[in-house]
């Protein structure tokens, strides 16, 4: 589903708060060899950084989508992929054609 955005203004992070990184990185190569995928996207160690506290994270997993003016749009446990794209598609809807390609919007 990633590479279907590639060149739209969207970002994708994944963020850890769970694991040590050791743990994360092997959970990564793993990932990596099994969907024989390549992650194109940051990921970041998040433990011990009071994210959970700060975003109020009570179950994880989360998926949060963020507007670009970083208000929350959504904020779920889980979502399947035909809701994922149909959300992800209103938030770029919500993007003026004129601002699409403007800096600050990046996939890496």
Do not use: C
Not at 3 to 24: A, L, W
């Amino acid at each position: 589903m990633i590479p279907d955005y590639k060149d739209r203004p969207i970002s994708f992070i994944s963020i850890n708060t769970r694991n040590p990184e050791g743990q994360v990185d092997a959970e990564l190569k793993k990932f990596k060899k099994k969907y024989k995928y390549q992650l194109d996207f940051p990921v970041f160690y998040g433990r011990r950084r009071n994210i959970n506290k700060d975003f109020k994270v009570e179950k994880l997993p989360r998926l949060v989508l963020v507007r670009a003016d970083t208000t929350v749009f959504k904020d779920v446990l889980f979502m399947k992929e035909k809701e994922l794209r149909e959300a992800i598609d209103t938030l770029l809807r919500e993007i003026p054609e004129t601002e699409q390609d403007s800096v600050g919007y990046s996939t890496e």
